[in-house]
């Protein structure tokens, strides 16, 4: 995660943000910093005029400062830019983030979360129907389980909790944008560490990248 939370990642040689840049169709992409790397590296794939702007991953342990954070960066982005987006879905907001988006007049990612944008809605359902404690990874949170999950937890220092927050949960399902060996073994790695079976679902990332076109009008 950038130590500067709020600045762009361009994907274009100059990065300055002016008014002139408006005359130049450039959107500012405002995006949880959960999926701000698998959206650059769409954005650089089309070569579209877009800077992605990241936001901390950590919100989402505090989905009620999420859309106050994406109000505050979007303001402070509009004068620079043709347009600004959001890439979050709803993600525990509970419309809170809708209504941001309809007060300042921007679009969004669709779906309830992340999960959505790479294994579908109806996909993610059924994981929850077959098994109600089943507990999402992508590759974000695979990469970076140690720090957003067993140290945010506190299970690095209290591992006798591991009840009391994975005690109802059956499996571990990762959700797989591009495995190789070193994510397997993490994602294996931090299915042990809280004591669940692991089950690997590749999705790629082909919903992630029809969701974002629709908003940045790739």
């Known amino acids: ?105 921007l679009a969004r990612l669709p779906g309830l979360h992340c999960y959505d944008l790479y294994a579908g809605p109806s996909r993610v359902e059924r994981f929850f129907a077959d098994q109600p404690g089943t507990y999402l990874l992508t590759d974000f949170l695979v990469r970076s389980f140690a720090r957003t999950v067993i140290q945010e937890l506190g299970l690095d220092r209290y591992p006798d909790l591991r009840d009391t927050y994975f005690g109802q949960y059956t499996r571990v399902v990762w959700l797989a944008q591009h495995p190789d060996d070193e994510l397997r073994a993490l994602a294996e790695q931090a299915a042990d560490r809280i004591g669940l079976p692991l089950t690997v679902v590749e999705t790629g990332d082909a919903r992630l990248e029809a969701a974002l076109a629709g908003i940045v009008g790739g």
Do not use: F
């Open 1 to 105: 995660m950038s130590s500067s939370p709020t600045a762009p990642t361009s994907t274009t040689a100059s990065s300055t943000s002016s008014p002139s840049d408006q005359l130049d169709g450039r959107v500012a992409l405002v995006a949880c910093g959960a999926i701000a790397q698998p959206c650059k590296e769409i954005v650089e794939r089309h070569d579209w005029p877009v800077d992605v702007h990241p936001l901390p991953p950590l919100l989402h342990n505090q989905p009620q400062l999420i859309a106050g954070e994406v109000r505050r960066l979007a303001t402070g982005l509009g004068a620079s830019y043709a347009s600004v987006v959001v890439g979050y879905a709803d993600c525990g907001t509970y419309g809170a983030l809708d209504a941001v988006c309809a007060e300042l007049g």
